[in-house]
T-cell receptor, first 115, second 115 residues
């Protein structure tokens, strides 16, 4: 079965500083990987996704992520964080079960941005 | 495009009553919808997968008689929490698939409080 580990529960960065959120996955085949962001009391918004091809993927709001198969990682990065980026970030791996796809989420990383 | 709505956004009900949550795909036909549950400051846990016109597939440990799911059309799935108890209080989020089976679009969530 697939699994996702987000080792950092809570990260605090200063506005304008760079950001990297870690994500490691376990999956027996080629993974389909996603990063979602959730603001308090809200649903999930897709930041970016990796299906195949270029291992560096660009997303919305200036985020990018790099798929590294050798490290089973899909870390999320942003060169300069804005105060509005404060939220919960979830990494997820998708698996096709034959009848439908399923997403397995990590436990999330809460990002706090200080001014 | 690919907008998913949920109704209601918040609901408070008394213990022992039932409550229905609707999930709608507004601008696409969703052959598959998913229902997740999220406890405070925790990740999303998949409850069930709902395919239009067929019975839902529940994840292990989810009581199908308590959480009734109906996917009557290509744009609507409903989750009914029957005989609700305070421990059912949670944030319920639905998602839907459009086209590419690995990309789920999420609704804004429904906050259920059982008193």
């Amino acid at each position: 079965a697939q699994s996702v580990t987000q080792p950092d529960i809570h990260i605090t960065v200063s506005e304008g500083a760079s950001l990297e959120l870690r994500c490691n996955y376990s999956y027996g085949a080629t993974p389909y990987l996603f990063w979602y962001v959730q603001s308090p009391g809200q649903g999930l918004q897709l930041l970016l996704k990796y299906f195949s091809g270029d291992t560096l993927v660009q997303g919305i709001k200036g985020f990018e992520a790099e798929f590294k198969r050798s490290q089973s990682s899909f870390n999320l990065r942003k060169p300069s964080v804005h105060w509005s980026d404060a939220a919960e970030y979830f990494c997820a791996v998708g698996a096709y079960t034959g009848t439908a796809s399923k997403l397995t989420f990590g436990t999330g990383t809460r990002l706090q941005v200080t001014l | 495009g690919a907008v998913v709505s949920q109704h209601p956004s918040r609901v408070i009900c008394k213990s022992g009553t039932s409550v229905k949550i609707e999930c709608r795909s507004l601008d696409f036909q969703a052959t598959t919808m998913f229902w997740y549950r999220q406890f405070p400051k925790q990740s999303l846990m998949l409850m069930a997968t709902s395919n239009e016109g067929s019975k839902a597939t529940y994840e292990q440990g989810v009581e199908k008689d308590k959480f009734l799911i109906n996917h009557a059309s290509l744009t609507l799935s409903t989750l009914t929490v029957t005989s609700a108890h305070p421990e059912d209080s949670s944030f319920y989020i639905c998602s839907a698939i459009s086209g590419r089976v690995y990309e789920q679009y999420f609704g804004p969530g429904t906050r259920l409080t059982v008193t």
